[in-house]
């Protein structure tokens, strides 16, 4: 282990950043997105990502000063047959593991920052052993919260149950919100107290489509030689097959309009085949699991239609796509017995996402239940047929310059000198 001598002679930071992806791409993603920027203002500076998500093509990419470490995917909801593959322990062994493996990689890399994606304790609790080590080390922890968690009065009562008002308040030293205070206003809905709310701060949306890299002639040649075309993408594609499904039977509605379909990764096999099967009996339809440059086709498409996670909705924000939404509301991996689950195990963190940027005129969404291939086909019908016009509200899509930003300056040395640790001389003569 590096003591305090060899951090000296290594003066560029280094930044550990954990996400603990129990499903989908959103998460892993967004940490790229942080890590690439973080990159290319410190190159010499060393990064470390700790994931549990399985997309590892999405890790292929990350610059030359930064790497990886995977620990066991933890299944989070829904039936087995649709969630990421994990081992066949049980979830205490599994529990157990990651919390060490998580906790001995970040206390031997020795941070300058640990960045946590979203979940302050990760799954289960498995990051509090690492937070407590944490306190008496000089290293910074950062929360960063995507706009939007869940209902407020579900988030405060689990954050009251979990104890999750005195973690955020003990253990970490500032929250980054991944969105706009006039979009969401984090510190009311969740009730933050002054303590914690004065640790906050808005850097907007985090987003690296802010232009495409290909022009729509050639998303167009690349799709074949398509005309204008119509866009479905359902992200990582674990719980996508339920609105592709209406599209594709919405297209018929919809005359002499091709299509992409990005059905994503994650997908069930069956599920995949199902839709190409559905595609098939409609000339000018493109299938993909998926899209390297989705940006690109999304700012080239007519009209987009997706759910409205995080990430989707960022970048349809940016580029300024005409999109519809149909924001998820049941919990990850239970799209088959969503019509039969009760309202309290709903989540609404897509749609209060959609209802507030549909506000602001990024884009349109519908309501999930009103979803139908007669009412999308409507929809998208009158979307092609009016202009194309600019929102009326701006927002900030500055996030990750502003995360950066701040992720280095608490890296610094005078920062690390400033933490007021707990028992941090003790710590650093045990180093």
Not at 118 to 145: D, H, M, V, W, Y
């Amino acid at each position: 282990m590096k003591g305090p001598d060899d951090r000296a002679a290594q003066p560029q930071p280094r930044i550990a950043i954990f996400t603990h992806d129990t499903f989908g791409l959103g998460h892993v993603r967004r940490c790229s997105h942080i890590i690439r920027s973080v990159a290319a203002q410190a190159p010499h500076a060393a990064i470390l990502l700790i994931t549990g998500s399985p997309a590892l093509h999405s890790l292929e990419t990350l610059p030359p000063n930064a790497d990886y470490i995977k620990i066991p995917t933890i299944a989070k909801t829904g039936s087995k047959g649709h969630q990421p593959p994990h081992l066949p322990l049980p979830v205490q062994e599994i529990t157990l593991l990651r919390r060490e493996m998580i906790r001995e990689a970040v206390i031997a890399f020795a941070p300058d920052v640990l960045l946590v994606d979203n979940f302050p304790l990760g799954s289960q609790s498995e990051l509090l052993p690492t937070l407590k080590e944490l306190r008496r080390l000089p290293c910074r922890a950062i929360l960063g919260l995507r706009d939007i968690l869940d209902d407020p009065q579900k988030v405060q009562k689990e954050w009251t149950r979990q104890g999750m008002y005195e973690v955020l308040d003990r253990y970490y030293d500032r929250i980054l919100v991944y969105g706009a205070r006039d979009v969401f206003p984090v510190e009311e809905a969740y009730a933050l107290p002054p303590r914690i709310a004065a640790k906050l701060h808005y850097c907007g949306y985090i987003t690296a489509a802010t232009t495409p890299a290909r022009s729509v002639e050639e998303v167009r040649k690349d799709l074949g030689g398509l005309g204008p075309f119509l866009l479905a993408t359902g992200g990582g594609g674990g719980d996508a097959y339920p609105l592709l499904k209406t599209f594709l039977e919405a297209l018929p509605l919809v005359p002499s309009m091709p299509a992409l379909v990005v059905t994503g990764p994650l997908m069930s096999p069956s599920h995949h085949a199902r839709l190409q099967a559905l595609a098939d009996r409609r000339p000018h339809v493109v299938v993909r699991e998926l899209e390297q440059d989705l940006p690109s086709c999304l700012a080239a498409a007519e009209v987009v239609v997706s759910m409205c996670g995080y990430n989707i909705a960022a970048e349809i924000t940016a580029l300024r796509a005409r999109a519809i939404v149909v924001p998820r509301t049941w919990r990850y991996g239970e799209h088959q017995s969503r019509s039969h689950a009760p309202q309290e195990t709903e989540e609404w963190e897509q749609l209060l996402r959609a209802r507030a940027l549909s506000k602001r005129g990024y884009l349109e969404h519908i309501e999930p239940e009103a979803l139908t291939p007669a009412h999308l086909a409507e929809r998208i019908a009158g979307v092609l047929a009016r202009p194309r016009t600019e929102p009326r509200d701006s927002v900030d899509l500055r996030g990750l310059e502003h995360v950066t930003q701040h992720i280095l300056g608490l890296a610094s040395p005078a920062a690390a000198a400033s933490k007021p640790s707990e028992g941090r001389e003790e710590a650093r003569g045990g180093r």
